[in-house]
Every structure is written in structure tokens, then in C-alpha cells.
């Protein structure tokens, strides 16, 4: 892939993991959005490795040249045009899905984007949907492990509404919105996949 193209080597890393729970929990959905789809790596090498979804990326408007430029290059099938999704926005992407991912996103939103997210998340799902979490997430108000903690302050220090989430506060916001953890998966580097299903 050409260099002038935006890379994460976080999403290097993780993209084999998260493909193995993905091929559990998304391997009887058709139509996935992908909230916070940053350089469009994730968004790629998913569809890529599982053709029978239609993969749609999107992110804030600033992002969505680089998501589009890389999805162009690639020319897969089931890779719409990225669109635009900001949670504070009046109107979200249009459309219905049975499937919602977003990777390492919460930490990076405030606590109030985060409600908007989970407060909006019904208009977008169909019945029964599936919605998986990829990130670092504290239990029991706890870090778990030093370099998450660490993780913390440096997210606080770039900007002080950035933080590692509580997975029962994250719970509790999914469970108002009709949604009911069906899986929670370690996953390498003390990250966490968590997995909804809709109601």
C-alpha cells in the first residue's frame, strides 16, 4: 500500500484478533456500519477477509479522504463510499444495520459523545443486530494492568475528556438502549472486544 496513505500500526496489530471474534459474531450478518473508521484499515482488511458483508466505513469529515482514497485503491465489492458520522450531528448516516463495529473510539470521545453514541444506536439497528467494541476498557473501576493506567494518563494529558471507560458504565448505557452483552473477549495488549445483541 502506498505510503502516502494514513496508517495506524495499532490496526496492524489488532486486526487479526478482532477478525477472529468478528468471524463468530458477525458470520450470519449482511450490512455493517463501522463508527470511527479512522485511516479505513479496519475497513478494508475486514471486508477483504469477509466478502459476504457489505462493510460501510464512516468518520468525521476529516477523515473521510483518507478512508476513501485507501477503499478506492483496494476496489473491493462491499466497500460503499465512507460517509459522514459525528454523534453530536442533528442527523446520522442513513440506513439500517444488523451489524455495528467501532475500534478504539470510546477513550477517545468525552462521556457525553459516548451516551450520544449508545442514546442513538437504536435508529441505526435492525432487530436482533449485533454491536461490537473494540478497546480498552477498567472493571470494577479498576485498570487492568499498569499500562492501561498509563494509557490513561496520557489520554488525559492530550486532552482531559479522553479516558479509559468503566465496562459497567458502557453496559449499563447499551442496556437502555435495548441491547444485552452476549460476549466479553480479552483480547492482546489489555484490550477488550465486547459484544451486544439487540433485543
Not at 42 to 52: D, G, I, M, R, V
Not at 99 to 115: G, K, R
Request: net charge negative; glycine share 8%.
Amino acid at each position: 500500500m502506498s505510503r502516502d496513505l494514513p496508517c495506524s500500526g495499532a490496526c496492524l496489530r489488532n486486526a487479526e484478533p478482532i477478525l477472529g471474534v468478528l468471524r463468530r459474531h458477525f458470520a450470519d450478518r449482511i450490512r455493517v456500519l463501522e463508527i470511527g473508521s479512522g485511516t479505513g484499515q479496519h475497513a478494508e482488511y475486514f471486508a477483504t477477509k469477509l466478502p459476504h458483508l457489505t462493510w460501510q466505513a464512516s468518520d468525521r469529515d476529516e477523515y473521510l479522504p483518507g478512508i476513501g482514497l485507501r477503499l478506492e485503491r483496494a476496489g473491493l465489492p462491499n466497500t460503499p463510499a465512507p460517509l459522514p458520522f459525528d454523534v453530536n450531528d442533528d442527523e446520522w448516516p442513513p440506513g439500517v444495520y444488523d451489524a455495528v463495529f467501532s475500534a478504539n473510539t470510546l477513550h477517545i470521545m468525552s462521556w457525553s459523545d459516548v451516551e450520544h453514541l449508545f442514546g442513538g444506536l437504536p435508529s441505526l439497528l435492525a432487530a436482533e443486530a449485533t454491536v461490537a467494541v473494540y478497546g480498552p476498557f477498567n472493571y470494577g473501576g479498576r485498570f487492568t494492568s499498569p499500562s492501561n493506567a498509563a494509557f490513561d494518563v496520557s489520554l488525559k494529558a492530550t486532552a482531559p475528556h479522553r479516558g479509559i471507560r468503566d465496562s459497567e458504565a458502557v453496559n449499563a448505557l447499551a442496556e437502555n438502549s435495548g441491547l444485552h452483552l452476549v460476549d466479553d473477549i480479552s483480547m492482546p495488549a489489555n484490550n477488550r472486544c465486547l459484544v451486544w445483541r439487540r433485543s
